[in-house]
Every structure is written in structure tokens, then in C-alpha cells.
């Protein structure tokens, strides 16, 4: 199983990034995912996560109605669409997949927020 994160940057208060997380070493189409993220100093936390059809999504309270997530399962791809960024989103983002009954993680991708 391997995860790649991408997308992360510099973004300034009130902007969007969209973060991408490639997966392959099995059939993902099979598998929800989930976007986790961990500020410096805190630890690990769950962003959103998303069914294997896309069919239905959960969020972290402080994310609703600013973040999205999706996938499509013919490019074996997750996303996150992150609106209105506040510096307190600032952390680094890992896709998750939860496959065999082992957690698997991405390397992560930095997000921060600032003026």
C-alpha cells in the first residue's frame, strides 16, 4: 500500500488549496479513505473521511462547510478541498487507509495558513 500526498503550501487567510493523495498497492475502489491532520504540538486528528463509493462523508465539526472531501476511483485518487483557511489549519495532512485491518499513512503534506 503506498499514499502520496500532494498539494500543500503557503496559503494566505481566506484562501483554498486543494490537497490530492494517490494511492496504489490495492483496489481502492474497495477501501474508504480519511484526511487526518496534526498541528505542531498536537496530536493527530481526523479531518474527513469518505466512503469506498463516494456515497457518504463525515467531518470534524471545525471543518464543516469549509472542507470537502471526494475521490474518483478510476484515477485511485482522494481529495480535499479546503475553503476559507484559517491559521489554526495550519499542520501537516496525511491520507489515511485502513486496508487488511493495518492503518496506513501517506508522508504527508504541510498546510500553513499566513498573512
Known amino acids: 500500500v503506498q499514499l502520496v500526498e500532494s498539494g500543500g503550501g503557503l496559503v494566505q487567510p481566506g484562501g483554498s488549496l486543494r490537497l490530492s493523495c494517490a494511492a496504489s498497492?490495492?483496489?481502492?475502489?474497495?477501501?474508504?479513505m480519511s484526511w487526518y491532520r496534526q498541528a505542531p504540538g498536537k496530536g493527530r486528528e481526523l479531518v474527513a473521511a469518505i466512503t469506498n463509493t463516494g456515497g457518504s462523508t463525515n467531518y470534524a465539526e471545525s471543518m464543516k462547510g469549509r472542507f470537502t472531501i471526494s475521490r474518483d476511483n478510476a484515477k485511485n485518487t482522494v481529495y480535499l478541498h479546503m475553503n476559507s483557511l484559517k491559521p489554526e489549519d495550519t499542520a501537516v495532512y496525511y491520507c489515511?487507509?485502513?486496508?487488511?485491518?493495518?492503518?496506513?499513512w501517506g508522508q504527508g503534506t504541510q498546510v500553513t495558513v499566513s498573512s
Open positions: 489515511n487507509a485502513v486496508v487488511r485491518f493495518y492503518n496506513h
Open positions: 498497492g490495492f483496489t481502492f475502489s474497495r477501501y474508504a
